[in-house]
């Protein structure tokens, strides 16, 4: 009976496909794709491996910046969000417990007359009340 695949001897060592890349994730085996080569799937593990390795580093730095041991949804959220090409890759993402990302706009921060004008009248325009602001009635 002849035996399928290669002899590999007494002594010789087998070694998968991920040991002779170099990787950590594993090299699936192309079972359901018949017209996939075994070096897309190399190229795939590959590029999931980077991936991983980057939000994990982004998020390990998000939790020694947040003064904490371990890593949470809250911190792969602010690591992909705060890195402006994971941000493009993964904008449509939704992360459960990743909280939200906090962002006050200049708009609201002014506080000179005519800005604060400005804001009654967008902010109230539909109900068509005029707000006194305490401040600026006495003036």
Partial sequence: MVDKGKNLGSN???????????????????????????????????VLEYLAVEVLELAGIAVRNDKRTHITPRHIQLATRFHK?????????????????????NFCCLTTRVTLQRMSFLLLRRRR????IPSLASQ
Avoid: H, M, W
């Fill in 12 to 46: 010789a060592k087998r070694r998968s496909r991920s040991s002779k890349a170099g990787l950590k994730f594993p090299v699936a085996i192309g079972k359901y794709a018949k017209r996939v080569s075994a070096g897309a799937l190399v190229f795939l593990a590959t």
């Fill in 129 to 132: 009340i005029r707000l006194i």
């Fill in 85 to 105: 090409e994971l941000y493009q890759f993964l904008r449509d993402l939704t992360i459960p417990n990743g909280g939200f990302i906090p962002k006050i706009t």
